[in-house]
Structures are given as C-alpha cells and as structure tokens.
C-alpha cells in the first residue's frame, strides 16, 4: 500500500535547526514570514499530497492518460485535483506577487514540491513544467508578453511546457529541426515536431503556452543557431471568463502519447508545430540561455522529485515491514504472542529502511541548504553574497539532479525488496514508484550529462571558485569538532571523505585540463563523492544538535535520538562508498576508453 | 530495440580456456563429449534463441497471459515456440537419458539457459519451473510416481511447478496452511490456496504437475510439520497421445492471475486446491528437504537468468550506443562526416557499456565454473571430490543467486540509461528488461535470504570447510602469478580484495558466532565481497591468458585483446566496491539495529 504522511519534524529540523532559518526570514523579500508562518503553510501542503493527491497516484498509474481526435484526458480526478490546487495557491507558492503569486521563499517552495512529489509524481509534473516555462519568460521576454502570460501561468490559470527534444535528438539539441520563419507582424511561424513534451497537451487549463526551441532562417548550425519561442495553444482572446480569455487555436496538436514505463499519469506528448504563431524569447539564436534557465530550475526540481519519491518509498516500506509477519528475529522471538515477528527485526530489512531514511533525510537536508542559497542568490543584499549564493547554486544542481534520483531509483527498489513479491504485483503500489522513478534519472538531462556538467562547467568556472562555498564550511566545521570527544567518530570521517573529495578534485584539475576524456571518466565517481561528502557534512552537523538535545523530553527525545542513529548508520554504511568512488577515479580513463569501437 | 547474439566465442573461453572442458568431458557420464560437441549443441541453441524466443518477448509482454473460465492462455506464439523447444529436445538437455533426457552436463545446460533466458525470460520460466519439479521427485518420490512422473518431466511433455507461497506466507513457509488428509488408498486430498506460482496454469502442455507443499493432520507446528505432495492438474490415464495420456481433472484450479511489473508472459497464478488428490513425496513432515532441493537448483537457475539478461541488455545498449548520433567526443569530432558523433565515443557511456560487459563475462565464467563443480558434484568417481564439488556449489549458490541478479538489474537499468529517454519508452523495448529483470532479486529467497543463507548456513556448515574449495585456488594463483611482472596489477588487486574477505570472514566468525545480528547485519555486503574476490580471480586468470595469447591472429586478436581491457576494467571500475563492502561490514550492527521499532 502506497502510504505517505509529511515529514513534517524532519523538514523543521532542516529548516530551523540544521540551517539558519532566521537568515532566510531576514531577507527583504521575506521580512513578513517565520519560522511558524512555514511551518503553516507547509502542514496545509502536506495535507493536499496526502488527502487530495496521494489517492489518485495509483489509479492514475493503471488509468494513464488518453488521446482521442487530439484530445488529451488526465486520468480520472486529476480535473478536480488541480481545481482545488490551484484554488488553494499551491502553483503560485514562490511566484511573484506582480503577477498574484504568493513570494514565498524557494526554500518554502522546494518542500512543497518534495511533498507534491512524494504524493503524485505524475500530477506534480503539470505544476512543475509551467514553473520553468514562468521563469524563461520572465528573465528573457517582453515586456508585452511578459504582462499577458505571467499572471495566467503563475496562477495556474494556464499551463506551461518545454517543447526540446525531437526524435533524432535529445541531449545535442544543435541538431533539432524545427524551423521558425518572420510572419512579418513582430510574430513567427512555427513548424517542426517535438517528442517527449510532459504536459504537452491536457485537460486541465484551457490554455497551454509551449516554450519552443527552433532555428531562424539563415540561423548559425549547432546551438548557436536555436532560438527560443513561446507558442501559445490558444492565441489569447480577450481577457475575461475562467479560461482566462483564450482566442483562436494556434496550429499546435498532439499527435500521439508516449507509452512509458512510469508517471503514466502525465501527459507525455508528441507534439506537431504547423505553421504556427509563436513570439520570440529573448535575442534571435541565443535560445539556449532561456533553455537552460528553464533546466537548471527543472534540474533542482527533478532532484526534489527524487528526494519525494525516496519518502514515500519509507514510509510505505515501512509501514509493511511492522506488519508483515515471518520468520523470527535471529536472537529469538521478539513478539511469542503472534504466529510469527514482524520483519522489521531482520538486520537485512533494517539495512533496506535505514538507507531509504538517510537518504530522505540527507537529501533533505541538502536540498533545503540549497534551496537557501538560492534565495540568497536572488534576494540577499549584498552583491558578493548574491553571487557566492549563485555560485554554490549552480555547483550543487548537477549534484541535487543525479544523487538524489539515483537514490530514489534505489530507495523504490528497496521498498520493492523490502515488501518480497508482494512489492513485484501491480495491486500493492510499490512497483509503481520504482517505474516513476526511473525517469528521474533520464530527463532534464541524463544523470551522466549532469556529472559531465559539473566537472566539464561548474567546476572549471571562475578558476574554481565554485567550489569554495562547498569546502570552506567543511573545512571550518572539521575544525570546529575535532576536539570534540563526542564527535570523534564523524569528525574522523568527513575528514576521511573530505580529504578524497580534495585528492580527486586535483586528479581532474590537473588530468582532466590536459585531456577532457580523463575528466569525463572521472564525472561520475566525482558527483558521487561531492554529494557523499555533502551529505557527511550535513550528517555530522546534524549528529552534533542531536547530541546537544541529548536531555529532550517526550517526542524530542525521540527524534533526536533517531537522527544520532542515522547519522552514525550514514557514516557506518553510506559513506564507506566514498573510498570505492576515490578509488575509481584514481584508475584513469585507460581502461574505460581502450576498447575499439568495433570490439563491443 | 531488443538485440541479442548468443556469446559463443566468450562461452568457448569460458569452458575451454579458462575453465577445465577435458575434465568435464573426462568424466565417465560424459565420455562421448568433447568441446566440439558441446560448441555444436550451444550454437543451435543461441539460433533457437534468437530467431524463435527472441522474436516473442515484447509481444509477450505486451500481451502477457490471459485467464478465462479457469484456463491460462499464453502470449500468441508461445505453444508453437514451445513445441519447437521440445521437439528439438530442449527441455531434455541436463536429463537422464532413462527418461529420455540427453544426459548432458549441468554445464551444458547452463548456458543453454543462458542463452534461452537472454532471449525470453518469461518463455524461460516454463520449461525452468519443470526441472525443479523434476529434480524433487527423482531424489525424493516412490519408484511408481517416478515411472509414471519423470519421462513426461524430462521430456517436456507435462509441465512442473512448486506450489509453497501462500497469501501470508512467502519466505516463512512454517506459516503454511495447507492441509493433506490421507484418502486411504495411499494418496492424499489437498485443500487450500497457493499464491505466485509460475506456470501454474498455461496451455503449454496438457498435464501440469505440481509439487505441493502442505500439512499432514497433527503435523508439527512450523517447517517441521510440511510436507511435499505430488498434485496433478489431471490424474495420469492410459499412456498415450500427444497429450501423455492424461485422465480426469483433479481438484486444482486458477484463480487468479498476478498483475506483475514483468515476466508478463510468464503465467504467475494463485491456486486453489479443494480436495485435490495428491502423493506423498519424501517422508512425512520433511517436505523442506524436497522443497529445498528443488529451491537450490532454481536460485543456481535464478542467478543464469540474471547473467542472460545481463548480456541482453549490454548487446542491446551497444548497438543504440553506435547508431545514435548525439554530440561529439571531448577531444574533437571522431565522426566529422556525420553531423553527430556516435554516442560509444563518450566516456559516460563507455562506463556503462563496460559495466555490462564485464557483468556478463565474469558472471559466465563464474557461472561455468560452478557448473563445472556441480557435474562433479554429480558425476565424479572419487566420494571425496564429489563433496568437495558439492561444498563449493552449496556455498557459491546463493552468491550466483544474488550478484548474478542484483548485476542483471544494474545492467537492464544502464541499458535504459545508455537509451536515455527512448530508454522508458515502452516501444523500444528496453525498459522491458528492466521490470523483467526486478523479479530475480526477489523469487526464489530473496537476496537478503541469499546472503543470510550464505553467513548463517554455508559458512559454518562442517567447521567452514566450505570455504576452502574458493580460497585455496585463490591463495595459490596468488603466489603464481606473484612474480609475473605482467600481471602485477592484478596479482596486487586480488591480493587485496583477498585479504579483505578473510578479515571480514573472520569478523563474521568471531562477532558473528556470539551475536546472530551481527552476522546478519554483514550478510549483504560479505556475499557481494565473497562474489567480487571471486570475480576477481577469475578476471586474473582471464588476464593471464589474454596476455599470453597477445600474438594470437585474426578475430582471436581481437578476442583477447578486449579480454585484457575488460580484465583491467573490472580491476579499475567494479573491485574497488570491495573495499567498500568490507568497510561497512566492520562497522558491525550498531547502528543498523539500534533505532526502536516505534521511531521509524
């Protein structure tokens, strides 16, 4: 049984404890929010994921979406569901108020989102892609389309997608061919296909406003000659009625769905683009800096995905493994009264539940160190801090995208284990979330492309500087606990992990510069480690208010108890693999490139 | 698309190079085989492989089985395959020829099943389940149920299954509620409900045979009190026909089918038994040594599953790897006439299509080797070297089990990865291996029921002498190859990874011994460590001898210099997650076991 409930405590803990909650609330833009106005706000979305949301996760999954003469149906409740979010604010959590958003923080923002996810991948993705498509017309529009589109999308009334990839090309998207001709008015006209655009087409806003990559007659080859557009399925009307006033239709159809192997609750869509009005986003030929504004929001958002699905892998693993009755704990009986033990006493099945929990836990805590930073990066007021904040942004979104997905594939698949072959049958929910998982590591740019752009870009970038938002904390904080008797044992090792962190950075700044192929052989291994040793970072810290709280009374007591347990199971059984990881890169690229082509 | 050659150069090696082919065939019930012979049997099945299982394995899964009125009908094609397998002796190969089977090795007939498994897991499960069922009633069942039995077994003309799991009990069989009541006429009349039986219904064959585990009246509570029955779907007739001669229908009937994540076209079905008759096999109340019987040989079967889908995947993603065209190589164009390079050229994808390979190829020469062991176990003429061989099979059981498997979904999932987004599109084909795939971690006993099984019972069974058959060849390849200047990374990596596995063998027999938990929280990791070492090892010896064929000509060149590469890669790339293991098997059970039930 698929079953998930807010982690409410745990996001408070990252939110309040382990980060500087009151730094977040300084910020100009958030002077009217605390800590308590959060908390609010996120038992209110924890309340929809698990009332309105989680319930049709399943029978999404077995209904899927439907296409008929063009027509695009969610699955049953889906309508209602997004009525009642919309109605609720939840698409405008972080928007701008300018356009009826609500301006709440990206860290707020992001634990929605994690519960969004957790409660129903498949529908967070209509939300989720009108986000990016909100964000590349405001950075980079007019100020015409930027007053017509805006309210409509940030309020939900209208829907958003990102129309990218097409057969023959997905993460080199210098190849598409999608052409876009001058209409002569100021507007273009559109023709070309696109594959695998989520939300592509639905019933759940009249409207849907394509962002579209396509060339300009005469445009350079490559990525230098995409441009960026904004197609409209319905060519606004005049601006009145719940539809938010559409006009004509605009030459775009859906012409098939996707079959997948997961979220098959979205609307993943080929889209066919005939002649159709578009207006153009930013300069002629620089559509990749709206591209990857729209992906390195996505990016972080499909990490946050993962860190939902990770959740909601526990808790239902969880919840079977008190249940479920076998075998007996290997000392003897934990329970004589019943016919048999519940499996929870079982070393193996304690493994699969810890990890699944450091992972929630750790990821949480760094999405919400991240998510912070990117508040800082938009609204701290000093110029320097804006830009460290960036900075640290962009080093940890490739990091964010691939570790956290990667855990989520794993994480669901361990909830598969945990629940035996009853988790391999359809009827009980688990196999699904190992399905939707699997795309997280696959779209918005493949886990390998993020490996490759953190050690090809966000590394090399301002002379490395990138880094030091990273390492400095670490370093301060190794300092900080070293003589700290009760921290000895996560002072040794994040020092450890810290220390390979630092030997395989040199291995790629000084190999990697002279030979990019000894870089990309070390990508992998190195966005793990940089995670890993995120994350111990995080662990130790957290360790070290859990044994501070050592004295809490009643529930406290608990929690932290449990947190200076899974802080010591993350160093015990997750952070070993840092070594195997520095271990890997140190092995060069030789044997990974030396097999001929034609001796595969 | 789904792609698949069988690997016959790489079997070759595995049997004749690397592993003894002349003391296989040397064996007396072996005598009229050599390795021409056997390369002869191997290639007709790689054609039955690929030109009639192969065909109907995503049609299979797209249709999957059907149940109407109580009876199973299989995906369109599967009887006429079926009937082409069994007239072409397939279902025969390993039987004895007293019952009209071939009598060839178990070597033989596991890379037949490789081979068959590669090409159609589910069609795999048919004919698989039937030579468990086979193997109980040989060793366990009466003189007349054998005669009446095991020609129609051996030659696929009846079908098998094993009917243990029931709703509330999967890997506690001792919960069973199945009741045997004597008829007396010396059968019995079963009643109750088996859940997830493979092929328990289908239309394959006419008759279908199923092992029954139930509980006699007054039985002893737990496993103590099960026994095995014999259970027709129809009573045995007059011996003729294509059908077998079956007689009236006995009291078993299909319920229901499971709605799986894969194996789609494999018929997993919930019986009923209300009054069935059935024979006794074996004594009274020790139904689990036939159950386990057929148990040990289906987890071997289990773990050649895994290496067969592990080699679909990787040939599969090689050939999306060199078709598609998606950037270009770090250090320029390699393919400057195409308007993209070929994916292969990527180090990321590189890492993959590696990992697949050396899955495959060190998995196939671990496979042969305890292949290699279970003829001997069978057939050698000294009492001692069978127990030998029979030691070394029972203790490598459940690591074939669980690596073989865990490496076929890491496979099936980076064979989706190397697709990217056409990767979890249904229509390729490829995200099919990877829901098929889920299930071999699970059926059978778990992986983690593998790896208690192998710290719980392998290990200290007969004062750990089991061992010994796995490190005495590894100890003196050591100090063979010690002083080879050739082979001084591998002498250094395996000496390592070595050492490692007795220090945590002697962990688990010190710590272990005096808290169960202990060893049960170093299970997992110590049959991984188990497995690597013995990967390595045999990665060593594959070295040695590509290195010493360096001179060889023509295609062999080829061969043994990919063979040298994939022997370093796996030194570079996969051994190093020993050292993980280890270190996460000596942070003992503390924190995997300390947090309470209630905190979770």
């Known amino acids: 049984m698929q079953t998930y409930a807010a982690p409410l405590r745990d996001m408070r803990f990252a939110l309040t404890e382990l980060h500087d909650v009151a730094a977040l609330t300084a910020l100009p833009a958030f002077s ?78 992001m634990l929605v989102s994690e519960m969004i996810c957790a409660a129903n991948l498949s529908f967070s993705l209509y939300p989720g892609l009108t986000a990016g498509a909100t964000i590349a017309i405001d950075r980079f529009a007019s100020d015409a389309l930027r007053a ?31 052409r876009a001709v001058p209409a002569g008015d100021g507007s273009y006209r559109l023709t070309g296909s696109k594959i695998f655009v989520s939300a592509g087409e639905h019933d759940l806003t009249e409207n849907i406003v394509h962002m579209v990559l396509a060339r300009l007659p005469g445009a350079p080859p490559g990525i230098k000659g995409v441009s960026l557009f904004l197609v409209p399925k319905y060519l606004p009307g005049t601006d009145s009625g719940p539809d938010g006033g559409v006009g004509a239709r605009n030459g775009v159809t859906c012409t098939a769905l996707e079959h997948k192997m997961g979220i098959k609750g979205s609307a993943t869509c080929q889209l066919s683009f005939d002649d159709a009005q578009g207006w153009l986003v930013g300069a002629p030929h620089k559509g990749m800096h709206g591209m990857f ?60 539940l ?27 007021a000093d110029a320097r801090a804006r830009r460290d904040a960036e900075d640290f942004v962009a080093l940890m979104t490739p990091v964010v995208k ?105 291995h790629i700044a000084t190999r990697g510069l002279a030979d990019p192929e000894e870089a990309g052989a070390a990508a992998g291994d190195y966005l793990r480690l940089t995670g890993l040793v995120a994350l111990a970072y995080l662990w130790a810290r957290a360790a070290r208010i859990a044994i501070a709280r050592h004295g809490a009374a009643g529930p406290d ?33 030789a044997s990974m490139m030396a097999m001929p082509e034609t001796a595969f």
Chains 1, 2 share one sequence.
């Open 402 to 506: 691939a570790m956290f997905t990667d855990f989520a594939v794993e994480s669901a698949n361990l909830a598969m284990q945990v629940h035996g072959g009853h988790g391999y049958i359809r009827d009980h929910g688990i196999e699904q979330y190992a399905r939707d998982a699997r795309i997280t590591q696959i779209y918005e740019g493949t886990n390998g492309i993020q490996a490759l752009d953190l050690v090809g870009r966000k590394l090399p970038a301002h002379a490395g500087r990138s880094l030091r938002g990273l390492f400095h904390p670490i370093a301060d904080f190794i300092e900080n606990i070293r003589a700290d008797p009760d921290m000895e044992k996560f002072a040794a090792g994040l020092e450890r992990a810290f220390g390979t962190l630092q030997l395989a950075t040199r």
């Open 148 to 178: 017509l589109y805006l309210p409509k999308l940030t309020q939900g009334i209208w829907a958003g997608t990102m129309c990218l990839t097409e057969a023959h090309c997905g993460t080199d998207l210098g190849l598409l061919r999608t």
């Open 557 to 589: 007591q608990t929690f932290y108890a449990a947190k200076r347990i899974s802080a010591e199971f993350f160093f015990d059984r997750i952070l070993p693999d840092a070594t195997a990881c520095y271990l890997k890169i140190r092995s060069g690229k």
């Open 293 to 352: 504004t729209m992906m390195n929001s996505e990016r972080l958002g499909v990490g946050i995905q993962g860190l939902g699905l990770i959740e909601a892998a526990y808790q239902s693993a969880v919840r079977y493994a008190r249940d479920r009755l076998q075998g007996r704990a290997l000392p003897g009986p934990r329970r004589p009264d019943l016919p048999a033990d519940p499996i929870i006493v079982h070393p193996d099945v304690r493994r699969m």
């Open 354 to 380: 810890m990890t699944m929990r450091v992972h929630a836990e750790g990821c949480r805590a760094l999405g919400v160190w991240v998510a912070n930073r990117l508040d800082a990066a938009e609204h701290a």
């Open 32 to 109: 009217d929010l605390d800590a308590d106005a959060i908390a609010t706000i996120l038992e209110a979305a924890g309340k929809l994921a698990t009332e309105v949301l989680l319930p049709l996760n399943a029978p999404g999954d077995a209904h899927g979406c439907t296409l008929e003469n063009g027509v695009v149906r969610t699955p049953p409740g889906f309508r209602a569901a997004y009525a009642a979010f919309r109605a609720g604010g939840w698409n405008a959590v972080t928007g701008d108020p300018a356009y009826g958003g609500q301006g709440l923080p990206q860290t707020v923002g």
